[in-house]
């Protein structure tokens, strides 16, 4: 294996390099920190200032992919260094830490992707690491013929000893004739069968793999398009998913236990956040031979909830949790007896309903104990007896933290947390601010105040819409909002109409709204905190990314009364050009995404959701910011990833070229091998979006208050 894609052992690692020695006691200090019985005091800490560093919000977590072994004595930790991911197992009886495996982030941005315990004797874990794809784009009229090149990550996955002294392939990509660049996953730890797993290659066969010696047999093949299945109480698959090409929407089949075909379910729409709650999707396998759990909005309801569906018949046997008001989104499974333990939405909080007694009685209790002011999510259990839960919680003075309850003494204790310290003192608060639009609807969002802040009169504001627009903002943990607030400015995140999580009415109310009524929504929240004296109204900037980007660009031209800058990010400008790209796209597909056709999923969608590009062009025409330039009268900083494929750099450089023409002031930063996501490996990135976004605001309103300052 060349030096590139080498995944180098953690010791090797420590022998090699020059800083071997901080490294040893890095380690040294988080091992006496679990013989101790917490994690909490290896806890990077950030040092006492006035205000927290951006870098407290954006980059990798200090610890995150936490498991604990069936029996309850193991758990294992993706570790995150200065140098890059470790893989570590805490043995809980002899409080001894085992240095399983490391990925050097040098090496094309190595890291660890996933770790599973197959047995308290062997763990199945990931790692990968970029490689380039360059694809010349030929004719293509938005590429002029250049070439461009993105990165995919390629994966490797392995079975290793609990000590870390026996490593087994389970999968390398050698292995495989047919190059694809997606992404190995397990799709049942067959908690019946002490030797096996299924695995899902990135070609879409399923293997069954023995972790102890590598050897595999294919159970079932995928086609070309396949990204999943899901399994029945006998490891059998009967669901298939299967993505359609150039965000062309999502396909799931069934197959019951004897039927040699799949049958089509549904195919919906496969634009990014393109739908309210899931239409249709698989949770697991249920108690019969042939059944699974799914989250489905079903054929005339308004939310989604959480079923139980017989692959064999197509129908839904048994209705185990809906909502009237938020889409189920989640579940809780006993994944050794196939039992739904609660189902769990976003309402204003994270909420789970129990659906066992026994579990019920004790999630109650625990939720109670740490507090409304945390999001609390159960990340793994002892499978054995179930007595052991590792809990994670995240709220908005708790960046992540990890902690273990046993249920049989009934107590909990703090592991670690996933990010670094920071004072309460320098975190802000987050409450939900109830509002009525000016058509009568009532809404909400959610105001973050600065640190120390307790009489919130007369702000700096920033008000930052979300992405999607079938997202939403949740309660807890915001990199981009946090930033914002840390440094001493009011954030506003309204949940406007068109976004998702509260029923497929509230998202329809946003077709063809675009700029209009949805513009609205978060022009009516702005205006409700200046009236209740919260926001100074000569100090309120907007900022986005990705819609709310295109809300940000919109509001220069809409609401530049009420703003006095706006920072744009990955967003859309001119809504014909993007109608005409969703649809046509350009020669590079592979790169730059786009080229659905006027009949896929996709083109079909966003016609339906902003507006038919003939029909109503007028309309897309008056509310799109990049053919508007001449009317705006504010400031406007713009920043794009130059490999984002959800919304092209394209649509920012209409914006600036027009802003250009009409003598506005602009400001165009393009961010280098980026996407359009917030993930932790891009991290420099983010840290250029906060940064630059600060230094904007604070030339155009001011600097944030200071801490404790009202």
């Known amino acids: 294996m060349s030096l590139i894609v080498q995944l180098v052992t953690f010791l090797a690692g420590l022998s090699r390099r020059s800083g071997r020695g901080k490294m040893r006691k890095a380690i040294f200090a988080l091992a006496c920190a679990l013989a101790l019985g917490t994690m909490t005091t290896a806890t990077p800490v950030i040092a006492q200032q006035s205000r927290a560093a951006v870098d407290a919000f954006v980059g990798y977590d200090f610890a995150r992919g936490l498991r604990i072994?069936?029996?309850?004595?193991?758990?294992?930790?993706?570790?995150?260094?200065?140098?890059?991911?470790?893989?570590?197992?805490?043995?809980?009886?002899?409080?001894q830490l085992s240095p399983i495996q490391s990925a050097l982030a040098s090496q094309s941005g190595m890291q660890i992707d996933f770790v599973e315990f197959k047995s308290d004797q062997r763990l199945v874990f990931a790692y990968s690491y970029r490689v380039p794809v360059t694809q010349q784009a030929g004719s293509a009229r938005r590429t002029q013929g250049r070439a461009e090149s993105t990165f995919f990550r390629m994966q490797h996955v392995l079975s290793t000893s609990i000590d870390g002294s026996s490593r087994i392939p389970l999968y390398e990509p050698s292995q495989e004739n047919v190059p694809r660049y997606a992404a190995a996953s397990i799709v049942s730890l067959l908690p019946q069968d002490e030797n096996h797993v299924l695995l899902l290659t990135p070609t879409a066969d399923v293997w069954r793999v023995n972790v102890n010696t590598g050897a595999h047999t294919v159970v079932e093949t995928g086609t070309s398009s396949t990204i999943g299945f899901v399994v029945d109480s006998t490891g059998v698959p009967v669901l298939r998913q299967e993505a359609l090409g150039f965000g062309r929407g999502f396909v799931w089949s069934r197959r019951g236990p004897g039927q040699s075909s799949w049958t089509e379910i549904i195919r919906f729409r496969g634009a990014s956040g393109a739908n309210s709650g899931p239409t249709f999707e698989g949770v697991g396998p249920a108690l019969q031979p042939g059944q699974v759990f799914v989250l489905a909005r079903r054929e005339g309801q308004d939310t989604s909830g959480l079923y139980v569906y017989d692959a064999g018949t197509g129908q839904y046997t048994e209705t185990v949790q809906t909502n009237a008001e938020f889409d189920v989104s989640s579940a809780i499974r006993d994944t050794e007896n196939n039992r739904i333990l609660a189902a769990c939405w976003w309402a204003y909080r994270w909420t789970c309903e129990p659906k066992d007694d026994e579990f019920g009685a004790r999630w109650d209790g625990l939720v109670q104990t740490l507090g409304d002011q945390v999001n609390v999510r159960l990340v793994s259990r002892a499978r054995e007896d179930g007595s052991l839960w590792l809990i994670e919680t995240d709220g908005p003075q708790d960046l992540g933290t990890f902690h273990l309850y046993d249920t049989?003494?009934?107590?909990?204790?703090?592991?670690?947390?996933?990010?670094?310290?920071?004072?309460?003192?320098?975190?802000?608060?987050?409450?939900?601010?109830?509002?009525?639009?000016?058509?009568?609807?009532?809404?909400?969002?959610?105001?973050?105040?600065?640190?120390?802040?307790?009489?919130?009169?007369?702000?700096?504001?920033?008000?930052?819409?979300?992405?999607?627009?079938?997202?939403?903002?949740?309660?807890?943990?915001?990199p981009f909002a946090m930033s914002f607030a840390a440094q001493g400015y009011a954030v506003f995140q309204p949940n406007f109409r068109g976004g998702g999580g509260f029923g497929?009415?509230?998202?329809?109310?946003?077709?063809?709204?675009?700029?209009?009524?949805?513009?609205?929504?978060?022009?009516?929240?702005?205006?409700?905190?200046?009236?209740?004296?919260?926001?100074?109204?000569?100090?309120?900037?907007?900022?986005?990314?990705?819609?709310?980007?295109?809300?940000?660009?919109?509001?220069?031209?809409?609401?530049a009364d009420l703003f006095k800058c706006s920072m744009a990010g990955a967003g859309v400008s001119d809504l014909p050009e993007m109608l005409d790209w969703v649809r046509f796209g350009d020669d590079n597909e592979l790169i730059s995404g786009g080229g659905g056709g006027a009949q896929s999923i996709s083109y079909r969608y966003w016609t339906e959701a902003i507006g038919d590009a003939s029909r109503d062009?007028?309309?897309?025409?008056?509310?799109?910011?990049?053919?508007?330039?001449?009317?705006?009268?504010?400031?406007l900083l713009i920043i794009h990833g130059d490999r984002d494929r959800t919304v092209p750099v394209s649509q920012s450089e209409i914006m600036e070229r027009a802003m250009r023409r009409a003598g506005k002031p602009v400001r165009f930063i393009r961010l280098a091998d980026t996407d359009h996501y917030f993930t932790p490996d891009q991290g420099a990135a983010w840290r250029t979006v906060m940064t630059e976004s600060l230094a904007f605001f604070q030339e155009h309103i001011g600097p944030g208050v200071a801490p404790g300052s009202q």
Do not use: K
Request: net charge positive; with cysteine; charged share 20%.
């Open 408 to 478: 049989n003494a009934n107590s909990i204790s703090r592991l670690i947390q996933a990010r670094p310290t920071i004072p309460v003192t320098q975190l802000p608060t987050q409450r939900v601010v109830e509002y009525t639009a000016s058509d009568g609807q009532r809404l909400w969002g959610y105001l973050w105040l600065p640190p120390g802040v307790t009489n919130a009169t007369n702000l700096p504001t920033i008000v930052v819409p979300h992405g999607g627009p079938e997202g939403r903002d949740v309660w807890g943990f915001d």
């Open 504 to 559: 497929r009415s509230f998202v329809e109310a946003g077709h063809r709204q675009w700029g209009q009524r949805m513009q609205a929504d978060v022009a009516d929240g702005t205006r409700h905190l200046i009236d209740v004296g919260i926001t100074d109204a000569n100090r309120v900037c907007i900022a986005g990314w990705s819609y709310g980007g295109y809300v940000a660009f919109t509001a220069t031209v809409e609401n």
């Open 69 to 95: 072994s069936p029996s309850g004595r193991y758990i294992a930790l993706i570790r995150r260094e200065t140098t890059g991911d470790v893989l570590v197992v805490l043995d809980r009886e002899t409080r």
């Open 617 to 635: 062009r007028d309309m897309l025409v008056r509310y799109s910011a990049a053919r508007n330039a001449d009317r705006v009268n504010i400031p």
